[in-house]
Nanobody
Framework: VQLQAFGGGLVQPGSSLRLSCAAS????????IGWFRQAPGKEREGVAC????????DYADSVKGRFTISRDTAKNTMYLQMNSLKPEDTAVYYC?????????????????????WGQGTQVTVSS
């Protein structure tokens, strides 16, 4: 089971960026997926998750209306589209996945609920 995140970089405030996370060794379709971030000196926080097999989404208040999580089952890849980026979005972003053991399972968008993690990609928003 492996997740590989990429797409980070240095951008100016107001810009857009799309992060990708390719999965190998398992199929994302049967998993809850999430994007998390960790800024220096802060705890890792949930940014956006697809929490169930029905596609239930969950966003942090700070990113609602600006970020969109999605997945492409054909490519076995998940994405985080980030628009209107702000300096406070600067962090290392991680993708994560958690197996959905039951069709009705809903996984909270919390770092403690996810077992599989990508390596992280740095996003820096600065003028």
């Amino acid at each position: 089971v492996q997740l590989q995140a990429f797409g980070g970089g240095l951008v100016q405030p107001g810009s857009s960026l799309r992060l990708s996370c390719a999965a190998s060794g398992f199929t994302l379709a049967g998993y809850a997926i999430g994007w998390f971030r960790q800024a220096p000196g802060k705890e890792r926080e949930g940014v956006a998750c697809i929490s169930s097999r029905y596609g239930t989404t969950d966003y942090a208040d700070s990113v609602k209306g600006r970020f969109t999580i999605s997945r492409d089952t054909a490519k076995n890849t998940m994405y985080l589209q980030m628009n209107s980026l702000k300096p406070e979005d600067t962090a290392v972003y991680y993708c994560a996945a958690e197996f959905l053991h039951h069709p009705e399972t809903i996984v909270a968008c919390s770092r403690d609920e996810y077992d599989y993690w990508g390596q992280g990609t740095q996003v820096t928003v600065s003028s």
